[in-house]
């Protein structure tokens, strides 16, 4: 429970400010970083059947251990990203490393879960979302600075939380041995269920199509902008129309 909720302090951190250092900090148009994070979400697809096949055969820790290991690298190389190009080269080999550590990470928690593993997730859910909430919080602050070190910094700081979950992992979860395959197990067989495919399809490319709203409403919202400019002059009585009029 504490490693997924260093996890998600790190992910509340990022995904609150990600967008805006896109956009205001790279300068990335928003409609790229919308594309972008939405070859990234499909991309990522690819990664999930394939990291639970390795977890099964090589146990659930060391490959979660691997692709924590790989997020904390693909979140820090986010901090030198200057084109498009390479953003989205970054956030599609991100999306590997995070589809591939949910699954590892997945079957680890059914196998610490026990013999109750729905109380277990139940709890784990409370940790999760706690973690989101104070990451969020700590992101306001770097919102209010609006400084390339204070995305930066979060940035980092997020990268720096898969490093921290991977240590606790490492030191304090067993290393389960993997469990014998069913002999009915069909590799690839969950391609079969096209209602759950279509779900994660779906969802994944939703990942990215929320990005151009909000960062259209950043670059909106932003000081010195026409649209800021003449918000602060109506509030103090001014009227640009009329002014233009005279």
Same mark, same amino acid.
């Given at each position: 429970?504490? *490693?997924?909720?260093?996890?998600r ?10 967008? /805006? ?6 300068? /990335? ?14 991309s990522?697809?690819?990664?999930g ?19 924590l ?21 970054? *956030?599609?080999l991100?999306?590997?490393?995070a ?13 610490v879960?026990?013999?109750r ?6 709890r ?19 919102i ?22 991977? /240590?606790?992992?490492? /030191? ?25 495919v ?10 990215? *199509? ?6 259209a409403?950043a ?22 129309l ?5």
């Amino acid at each position: 429970m504490t *490693a997924s909720f260093v996890s998600r302090v790190g992910n509340g951190l990022f995904n609150t400010a990600a967008i /805006l250092y896109f956009t205001l900090v790279v300068h /990335l148009p928003a409609t790229q970083v919308g594309a972008g994070l939405t070859i990234a979400g499909l991309s990522g697809l690819a990664a999930g059947i394939p990291a639970g096949n390795l977890a099964d055969h090589y146990g659930p820790r060391a490959i979660w251990l691997m692709t924590l290991a790989l997020q904390a690298a693909t979140m820090a190389a986010f901090v030198f990203i200057d084109s498009w190009l390479a953003f989205t080269l970054v *956030a599609t080999l991100d999306r590997l490393a995070a589809t591939a550590s949910g699954a590892a990470g997945g079957a680890l928690m059914a196998r610490v879960g026990g013999e109750r593993p729905a109380a277990f997730r139940a709890r784990l859910r409370t940790f999760v979302n706690l973690g989101v909430v104070v990451g969020t919080l700590g992101a306001a602050f770097a919102i209010q600075i609006n400084t390339r070190p204070a995305y930066t910094g979060l940035i980092l700081a997020n990268a720096a939380s898969f490093a921290c979950t991977g /240590l606790i992992v490492f /030191l304090g979860v067993p290393n389960y041995r993997p469990l014998p395959r069913p002999k009915e197990h069909r590799q690839w067989s969950v391609l079969a269920d096209r209602p759950y495919v279509s779900f994660v399809a779906l969802y994944s490319a939703g990942l990215g *199509a929320a990005g151009p709203p909000v960062a259209a409403w950043a670059e909106r919202t932003r000081p010195g902008t026409p649209a800021t400019e003449a918000s602060a002059q109506h509030r103090q009585g001014e009227s640009p129309l009329l002014e233009a009029d005279c």
